[in-house]
């Protein structure tokens, strides 16, 4: 049981499904303790998108308001895919270095600890 | 025919049990239809004790006397020009949050009571619940009466029932009851009749209504005092659903214990609204949050679950995440909406130096470590003319809908991040609490109506942010929206105070 439903089997409207995204996926991305940004940010963009675009057009244009941004040495961070580490390849699109629809991509600036060492 | 006058019980047993009849020609299951599939098992309903024994005559009489009164006191705060009086036009921002995000959730809860009102095949608990119905549609009315008043003189009152169904951060409070709404008759009443009006509600009110008298609102605070009798039947209500579901079968107490579990935490989720409200948007401070959260709810539902223990209920696992929460949670939500201020149907500040020296006071073990330098650094970039927005719309939780800004207690600079896997897709979560509702029922909140979602989608007008913002979510932008510094609001409230903007002084001193 899935659900606690009148009618038996019920099925629920998956209203997330990639087709509904005209040819885009979501993408989550998220700076490790960087919490000027409230919360990870979302992007929709095409799965044949090269992981390249997101290093230098979706990053930049979400987080490069940090004072710190300008500081982080690109061959030191941390990424991680849906929890799993992960070493993204520049050249390959999305879909074809395993970031799926709705995936969670984080990365983290070892010796850059956010405003004042807050974390921010 | 007997003139004897009845008393007060013999009344109430002829309205309502008096009223039942035997089915003679149809089944009950075709009558009482839902009152079997989520799994309860009803022995007995004539066990069931009236909660409160109010008949039509009385209750027309006291709410009567009670408008009047509250009618009374409207017309003297319009007649004075209460609106001036408040402590700062900053406050009114509390109340536009209070009209968009909680008022509508009494006209769902009028509509989720009419519902499960007609559902119960006992004839007490439909009346009860009929009976708190018509109290939900007068709170809804008596409410936007109060708060009418401020639509005259402040932005963002305007639309807001079209709002409530649209903008992004309203899908908190909505689709918490649309969940309810659209759960079983007893689930909805664990949730919102013994969950939200037992456990939470002094959460929700008090904070407003003290809120409110601390900042000079008498329209609110008159309003709190007539729903306050109200209030008390509703807890009435909520705390004997649980004693009669838990005494009906023993099968029934795992149910209803996971039902606690779910609600608590959904509605928890949902007072996130709250403790930004006490602790960033009242002008004078009533309490903080953390002591408002461990008056109500830490010693209060300890002792309430210690009540429950003899039925083998146990105070729900996610308590101890709220708890450690509670030093973090009302500057994790003001972050938020300063983020995304240009997105808001209200205006947001930062807080003064003398309203950081308080909150660093409230939570010595939180706030100068993990928040203030955030806050002075936007304070900075505000003085430099570039205040700060969020340029990139947020990631949200599949089951409360609140941006992903919460992170892990053991380490606080962290987003918590959860994760399930369901028939092929993914879903992300803010909490345990929230991961484990969709795990339980990945039916229902796959059907989750996600606003940042439904953006991409093409679903709320577009191209452009302002299409969504001005044309779809109705925020009449530079109005409405942005920070409370330099905005209509704040002009007016300066002219009725013949009060000089701090930039304008600057600039006639040089």
Known sequence: MAVAAITENYVGERLDRVENFHGNQVLYIGWDHHLMFCAPVAFAVPPETPFSKVLDELIPGAFSLHPEFGEIDWDQVEWHLNAESFTPDANVTLAGQGIDHKSILRFATPGLNGIKGSGS | ?510
């Open chain 2, 1 to 510: 025919m007997s003139n004897k006058k009845l008393n007060l019980k013999d009344k109430y047993r002829l309205l309502t049990r008096d009223l039942e009849w035997e089915f003679s020609y149809r089944d009950r299951k075709e009558i009482f239809p839902q009152e079997d599939f989520e799994g309860i098992k009803i022995t007995d309903w004539s066990k069931w004790e009236d909660p409160f024994r109010l008949t039509m005559d009385s209750y027309w009489k006291y709410q009567a006397e009670k408008e009047k009164k509250l009618y009374a006191i409207f017309d003297a705060f319009s007649q004075n020009n209460g609106q001036q009086n408040v402590t700062d036009a900053r406050y009114v921002n509390a109340i536009k949050l209070f009209l968009t995000g909680v008022s509508p959730l009494e006209y769902q809860a009028y509509s989720g009571f009419a519902h499960v009102g007609r559902q119960f095949g006992g004839a007490g608990a439909r009346v009860a619940c009929q009976m708190q119905s018509l109290d939900e549609l007068r709170h809804v009315q008596t409410q936007i009466h109060a708060m009418s008043h401020y639509n005259k003189h402040f932005d963002g009152f305007q639309d807001f029932a079209h709002m409530h169904d649209r903008v992004w951060y309203l899908s908190v409070p909505k689709s918490f009851f649309d969940d309810a709404r659209s759960a079983g008759p007893f689930e909805f009443m664990v949730a919102i009749g013994f969950s939200f009006e037992y456990v939470l509600t002094n959460l929700l009110f008090v904070p407003f209504m003290s809120g409110a008298a601390y900042n000079g609102d008498m329209a609110t605070v008159t309003f709190g005092f007539s729903a306050q009798s109200d209030e008390a039947r509703h807890m009435t209500l909520g705390l004997e659903v649980i004693k009669f579901l838990l005494e009906q079968h023993e099968d029934n107490v795992p149910i209803v214990q996971r039902w606690i579990n779910k609600w608590l935490w959904r509605g928890y989720r949902v007072l996130t609204l709250v403790a930004m409200m006490m602790d960033y948007m009242l002008p004078n401070k009533v309490m903080s949050w953390q002591e408002s959260f461990e008056v109500y709810f830490e010693e209060a539902a300890s002792s309430l679950f210690k009540d429950l223990a003899r039925y083998g209920i146990e105070m729900p696992p996610y308590a101890a995440d709220a708890i450690a929460e509670k030093e973090h949670l009302s500057h994790q939500a003001w972050s938020i909406f300063y983020n995304y201020g240009h997105a808001a149907a209200f205006h947001t500040w930062m807080p003064t130096e003398q309203e950081m020296d308080w909150l660093s006071e409230k939570y010595p073990n939180s706030f100068d470590q993990y928040y203030r330098p955030r806050f002075e650094k936007w304070r900075e970039m505000e003085e430099a003319g570039e205040r700060y927005y969020n340029p990139t719309l947020p990631m949200l939780c599949q089951t409360c809908q609140i941006p992903m800004g919460f992170t892990d207690m053991e380490n606080p600079t962290m987003t918590s991040y959860r994760q399930s896997v369901y028939d092929g897709e993914r879903y992300n979560f803010c909490s345990n609490g929230c991961k484990d509702i969709f795990d339980y029922e990945p039916e229902k909140y796959v059907q989750a109506w996600m606003p940042v979602h439904q953006i991409f989608q093409g679903n709320c007008g577009g191209p452009e942010m302002e299409d969504v913002l001005g044309d779809y979510y109705k925020i009449n932008l530079g109005v409405d929206n942005l920070d409370f510094k330099g905005s209509p609001d704040e002009a007016r409230w300066n002219a009725w105070h013949n009060l000089i903007p701090a930039e304008d002084k600057l600039k006639k001193a040089s």
